[in-house]
């Protein structure tokens, strides 16, 4: 699933009373927009006395990545309720890409904690330079010269209309 | 035990997905699944250029003279015997100008699996009359040999 970045800006509607209510924004992932306004309400309905029935979304833009060819390292502070309460964490991973980092996140947390896309809200992303990088997984690629070997070499049919459930032969998996 | 490391510069052949057959060069390493790559050349040379964007776990960063610079997963990537020598994440130009020294094409195109692809990619790219053709060539050569063979054994015999 494709994680998209959104910019959402959004408001109480005016009323007599108000008549300039304050203008809220956030920045979230969703993988559409009417994903990424709803999430919108479901955070501002937890921080102020706002629904999307009394409110409007002024803008709602797609953020995208500055240097998609550039790796990077991103922490993401996270907050997931698990079976037994709410947690905070701290993971980190390299992609090249804000969004990439986030659905490998949201797909880690689904895998290792059972933690489906509803509980987990992000707390703060960053870009983390590799001097302050915490996690050993992350470290190990900060190596000019990395070198390693494959160890085993994955035997695929280069499509998937040739692929059999049946071969004459063993696959020979060395490299 | 390993010959053939996952390292910068290292020569890469695709063998899965879009870009198919194509010599790529591992630019950077971004996880255990996924390298940043280059394309080198293609063996096919037609197609254009397209944009990889592939995210599973184990990745390198891959790059090529035609080719957009990508993610892609080393489950796609065939190591070869061929290394370049380029810094960390190359600027294209840097990348074609290492390329064009370490002689990558040529190299690959006289290696034994290069000549192997090249050869698949002839025979199934022949139209009925190159197959007759062949059938000819096979049947003069199957000929020769057999002459050659009653020889050796007529010399055995007497």
């Known amino acids: ?175 | 035990p390993f010959k053939r490391y996952v390292e910068i510069g290292r020569v890469a052949l695709v063998n899965y997905g879009k870009e198919y057959g194509k010599l790529v060069v591992i630019v950077d390493v971004v996880d255990q699944n996924r390298v940043r790559t280059k394309c080198v050349i293609e063996l096919n040379p037609s197609s254009s250029c397209k944009k990889l964007k592939l995210s599973p776990e184990f990745e390198a960063l891959v790059d090529a003279p035609d080719m957009v610079r990508g993610q892609m997963n080393f489950k796609r990537l065939q190591l070869t015997d061929f290394k370049i020598d380029i810094p960390r994440v190359p600027k294209k130009k840097t990348l074609i100008e290492a390329m064009e020294k370490a002689d990558v094409k040529n190299k690959w195109e006289n290696s034994s699996w290069g000549k192997k692809l090249i050869v698949q990619k002839k025979r199934a790219s022949l139209n009925d009359f190159d197959r007759f053709k062949i059938m000819l060539a096979k049947i003069k050569k199957a000929g020769v040999v057999r002459q050659e063979l009653a020889k050796l054994k007529k010399e055995n015999a007497s």
Request: net charge positive.
């Open chain 1, 1 to 175: 699933m494709q994680f998209h970045q959104y910019q959402v800006v959004g408001r109480a509607l005016p009323t007599d009373s108000d008549e300039h209510p304050k203008i809220y924004r956030m920045k979230l992932w969703a993988t559409n927009e009417v994903r990424a306004k709803s999430k919108f309400w479901y955070f501002l309905r937890k921080l102020k006395k706002v629904k999307k029935s009394n409110g409007q979304v002024l803008a709602i833009n797609e953020i995208f990545e500055k240097n998609p060819t550039k790796i990077k390292n991103y922490g993401i502070w996270l907050r997931y309720q698990s079976r037994t309460g709410y947690h905070n964490m701290y993971k980190e991973y390299r992609d090249t890409t804000l969004n990439g980092a986030v659905e490998q996140m949201y797909t880690e947390m689904a895998s290792r904690h059972r933690v489906r896309f509803p509980c987990i809200q992000i707390i703060k992303t960053a870009t983390i330079p590799a001097k302050l990088c915490k996690r050993d997984n992350t470290k190990q690629f900060h190596n000019s010269k990395i070198k390693f070997p494959l160890m085993v070499k994955k035997v695929r049919p280069p499509t998937r209309k040739l692929k059999t459930t049946y071969k004459a032969s063993r696959p020979n998996l060395f490299m």
